[in-house]
């Protein structure tokens, strides 16, 4: 695809799109007739557009998923190429067979629905998985038959093509947040970086929406789960919890735990900010260095320490438009109403990439003992009782440390707050080879699964991150859309979530009534009508 100075490859997608394709124009495509032995060739049968498919399925690949996906499933394939494949596979290739691959680009967001050009064919899909084909064909108005030994593949697949009562389904789920979410909520709220402090709600009355602030210090697991629904929470709140196994040692005279990572790496990043590119520290006063300003500082862990493997020099725009010089630290002001202008020195900001990189500390990665300093055995795994697992919750949450690294990972890096220098590859990791870990207090190596099955107990397990949701870094504008990582540190709601479930487990949570009552009735309203 041939660039246009100042837009993304999205903004060019988008452009080409309305200028060539003609979206949603109504259509009647050629096909060709199927139990014809001697039939003509179909598009498919000669070329494909494989950039511009692989374009578009790339950013369906970050996209949300559609709303008709009622559930996840795993090897779910992008439904954009499977639309490309079966418009290909429907069309008469052209007399110009090179035309073919273009033919199937200038359909592809055309409406094949009005004319129905497509409804006579008939459509197999014999190994259908999650329903992508039957999904797609279906929107082409073509005729979708289905079939999966899997009985999860054919629930979700019936449920994705059922006729349903939005306005039902809309009510349902609303009753459904009102009654599960003050329940759950305990165990999502969080603290955001900087030290942001969500904030808990009690209702005055029985019912009505008058709420009473309470302080920051109330604590919501001093209320009795019954009364849980008169609170409510507004804060930064987890998204998703990042969990590592351990594989005990079967050396004698050790049972070290160590987690089982092939690498210190946690997640890989590249954020977009705004900045002032090729500044210049100059006057009679200035050192001549040349930087960039950045509108805001790009982190995925704001709260980590952070390390600069980038040989380029930056700088971030303090409070008011102040900043310095990162060689010399010179002071610089904007004139007056150049941010109002979106101007510094008479250039506007331009995106800029920024690739970082969390790590996880080598503290951690080592491991820890089966046992505490009283010699009380740490739990972990899903058979132990609470207690040892509080124990051991907090055993791993104090060794844990986080670091951030912006630019080119490289082989080593030095942690600023310990002085640490470790391996950034497989190196920094406890998994010599495959099937395999490194006892972090021995050295010994061994097998996992000879290892797990030795100790005669399940692998333990220990958060060792989270992802969270700001809704006030993302009304700032800050980068990463307002999500953030942070190491789990706290332990109070992992210790509250495995007291809650060792109390309930074996109680009402087991009670057949509780588990399907809701589910049954979220399900009623995708019965077809």
Known sequence: M???????????????????????????????????????????????????????????????????????????????????????????????????????????????????????????????????????????????????????????????????????????????????????????????????????????????????????????????????????????????????????????GCGHRTPIMSTPVVAIKTLTVSAWLDQECGGSTGCGATFDLEQHSPRMAPDSPLAIALDEPFTTLGEGGAYACPKCGRKFAPAPGALRRGEINGIKPKNKKVGLTLLMHPQWLAGCPAKDAQGRPYGGSVTDDVESTQRW????????????????????????GTGVTFFTDTRGGNIPKKSHFTCGSCGTPQDVLASIAASGSKPQMAAYATQGFSRLRSEQGLPYS??????????????????????RREDDLIDPAYKYKRYAAYLMCFAPK
Not at 396 to 403: F, I, V
Not at 493 to 503: D, G, H, P, T
């Open 2 to 252: 041939k660039r246009t100075a100042g837009k993304t490859k999205k903004e060019e997608l988008a452009a080409q799109i309305a200028a060539a394709v003609g979206a949603g124009r109504e259509v009647a495509v050629e096909t060709v007739d199927f139990s014809d032995p001697n039939r003509p060739r179909t598009c498919l049968e000669v070329d494909f557009p494989i950039l511009p498919i692989n374009q578009i399925a790339a950013i369906e690949g970050n996209a949300g998923k559609p709303i008709y996906q009622m559930s996840k499933w795993w090897a779910r394939r992008r439904s954009s190429v499977f639309r490309a494949m079966l418009i290909a596979a429907a069309t008469k290739a052209p007399d110009d067979e090179s035309q073919a691959a273009k033919k199937v680009w200038e359909l592809y967001y055309a409406n094949h629905q009005a004319k129905g050009a497509l409804k006579h064919l008939r459509v197999a899909d014999p190994f259908m998985g999650g329903g992508t084909t039957l999904v797609e064909g279906s929107r082409l108005g073509m005729q979708m038959w289905g079939c999966d030994l899997n009985p999860v593949a054919w629930f979700v697949v019936k449920n994705e093509l059922a006729d349903v009562d939005l306005d039902e389904v809309r009510r349902l789920l609303a009753d459904i947040e009102a009654e599960v979410k003050p329940m759950v909520m305990p165990y999502f709220a969080c603290d955001g970086p900087g030290g942001e402090k969500g904030k808990w709600f009690r209702r005055k009355g029985d019912t009505g929406d008058d709420w009473k602030e309470l302080p920051v210090e109330f604590d919501i697991f001093s209320v009795p789960r019954a009364e849980r629904r008169a609170y409510r929470y507004e804060g930064p709140e987890i998204i998703y919890t990042f969990w590592g196994k351990h594989g005990p040692c079967q050396r004698a």
């Open 482 to 503: 307002g999500r953030f990582f942070a190491s789990h540190r706290e332990t109070q709601r992992l210790n509250q979530a495995a007291a809650e479930w060792s109390e």
């Open 393 to 416: 919750n907090d055993a791993r949450a104090a060794k844990l440390r986080l670091l951030e690294v912006r630019g080119t990972l490289p082989e080593q890096v030095t942690c600023p």
